[in-house]
């Protein structure tokens, strides 16, 4: 009898342990968000480029570790641990996913305060020989004095059109009808660009909302892009701060970087604001 009570107790004990586990497990998990589970999911089989940057500056999905890099630190982020830059860069050789765009969306998160004196790069796909990549994300922090919390986010590509350099901006100029994207200075913004090639469609986001104006987003016959190679990616710096003689605004990145990625197509706004959403959560 005795033996028995125990087996029971033991059983009883095991039947608490399973419910309380199943509970517990049913708590933690979390609903999608736009479908997702995780940023990780968000159009994952058109992801050719991830920077983690958790404490860790290899590119995951090529393994490409930098081949140059100045004053880079890790902070928190985002999502675990940022590349903090202080006048820093981080700098590779080509890899091979990122030679050839027509269709493209970058993702990343800064943190960055007006300067008044100079622009702020925060991810580059180079050009030999030239400033301005084949596509540039960036902030005009030398526009508003080093106080105003005020970000003038910015997308800048250079795409070859019949031969020639054809440069095309957009970025979110009220006075156009773009959003006065105000108080991301010193705070961290996620900002996104896309181009659709077939429309000629270039858009900026930031935390998830189009903030672009859409005067300077349709690009006329720009068509898909079409890069000058080698292109090599640089987080926190223009090209001729790695090979070259930079003019005196030319100058690597004061602040933080996070979470990279680049796609081989233009997101759509529904997966750009699950992307935010689900990052913003550490997912």
Not at 81 to 93: I, S, V
Not at 143 to 148: F, V
Not at 220 to 225: D, E, I, N
Request: glycine residues 10%; contains cysteine.
């Amino acid at each position: 009898m005795k033996t028995t009570k125990i087996l029971l107790g033991a059983l009883a004990s095991a039947i608490i342990t399973g419910s309380m586990l199943t509970s517990c497990s049913k708590e933690e998990s979390l609903p999608p968000i736009g479908g997702y589970n995780n940023a990780d999911e968000v159009a994952s089989s058109n992801l050719v480029a991830y920077w983690g940057l958790n404490g860790d500056p290899k590119e995951s999905k090529s393994g490409s570790a930098p081949t140059k890099s100045q004053n880079v630190s890790y902070t928190t982020g985002i999502k675990g641990q940022a590349a903090n830059f202080t006048a820093g860069y981080l700098a590779y050789d080509a890899i091979s996913s990122l030679n050839s765009l027509p269709n493209a969306t970058i993702s990343l998160w800064a943190n960055v305060k007006n300067n008044g004196s100079n622009p702020s790069v925060f991810f580059t796909l180079t050009r030999p020989n030239e400033w301005a990549g084949n596509v540039n994300l960036m902030a005009e922090t030398g526009w508003r004095k080093a106080a105003s919390d005020t970000l003038v986010l910015k997308g800048l590509v250079v795409t070859k059109v019949n031969g020639n350099d054809s440069w095309q901006d957009s970025r979110n100029e009220p006075t156009k009808g773009g959003v006065q994207a105000a108080k991301f200075g010193g705070s961290w913004v996620h900002l996104v660009m896309t181009w659709d090639g077939a429309s000629s469609t270039f858009k900026i986001y930031a935390n998830g909302t189009k903030v672009s104006n859409p005067e300077w987003e349709l690009r006329g016959t720009t068509g898909p892009l079409n890069f000058t190679t080698p292109t090599k990616p640089i987080i926190g710096a223009w090209g001729t701060n790695i090979s070259g003689t930079p003019d005196a605004w030319q100058v690597p990145l004061t602040g933080q970087v996070d979470e990279i990625r680049v796609w081989n197509k233009a997101l759509s706004e529904g997966d750009i604001s699950s992307l935010y959403q689900l990052e913003s959560a550490g997912r």
